[in-house]
């Protein structure tokens, strides 16, 4: 069976930074692209960033170009995501999730909060 | 960035109805179109993808249709677990967009 787990999330100030975690189970890791998708409370889906399985190719939003970077460790089943001069507009649940198309697995979400 | 359109924002429905969402993308996408379910507190659940496929274990109530810009997701016969929001995504190029959400609620 195929979990993701995403951790790290949490209350933080206007301009900080947080790094979000994803670790992986179930799955062989490096086969498959990762995505981060978020959604805001009570809001629609939105696609944050996506990296290809050796981590040679990366996409991101536009409103997060510059500050946020997405990476892997197929060693450790692992997927990140650092966010940095966070504002206020992205609080949200932010999920991880197999494949850069059409996710078929989801993790339960990660909660950011940026607020003063 | 393709926009995504869904209608209508509400859709009330009784058990054992057709449900009937629609989905439009601002230019052509051909078949790189999935759509999901999401109930209150959960990750959202892939049903469609390819426009028409079935993902692993979804039920044969739910199918899909369209191509180009217009799609439909049609639920044949509501059960009590189908009352969620629906969102369409495209995939066809980058940024992935979703679509705003067609709640089927309860009538």
């Known amino acids: 069976e195929v979990q993701l787990v995403e951790s790290g999330g949490g209350l933080v100030q206007p301009g900080g930074s947080l790094r979000l975690s994803c670790e992986a189970s179930?799955?062989?890791?490096?086969?498959?692209?990762l995505s981060w998708v978020r959604q805001a409370p009570g809001k629609g889906l939105e696609w944050v960033a996506n990296i290809k399985q050796d981590g040679s190719e990366k996409n991101y939003v536009d409103s997060v170009k510059g500050r946020f970077t997405i990476s892997r460790d197929n060693a450790k089943n692992s997927l990140w995501l650092q966010m940095n001069s966070l504002r206020a507009e992205d609080t949200a649940v932010y999920y991880c999730?197999?494949?850069?198309?059409?996710?078929?697995?989801w993790g339960q979400g990660t909660l950011v909060t940026v607020s003063s | 960035d393709i926009v995504m359109t869904q209608s209508p924002a509400t859709l009330s429905v009784s058990p054992g109805e057709r449900a009937t969402l629609s989905c439009r993308a601002s230019q052509s996408i051909s078949s790189n179109l999935a759509w999901y379910q999401q109930k209150p507190g959960q990750a959202p659940r892939l049903l469609i993808s390819?426009?028409?496929t079935r993902a692993t274990g979804i039920p044969a109530r739910f199918s899909g249709s369209g191509s180009g810009t217009e799609f439909t997701l049609t639920i044949s016969s509501l059960q009590s677990e189908d009352f969620a929001v629906y969102y369409c995504q495209q995939y066809n190029n980058w940024p992935r967009t979703f679509g705003q959400g067609t709640k089927v609620e309860i009538k």
């Open positions: 179930g799955l062989t890791f490096s086969d498959y692209w």
């Open positions: 999730t197999r494949g850069g198309w059409h996710p078929e697995h």
């Open positions: 390819g426009a028409s």
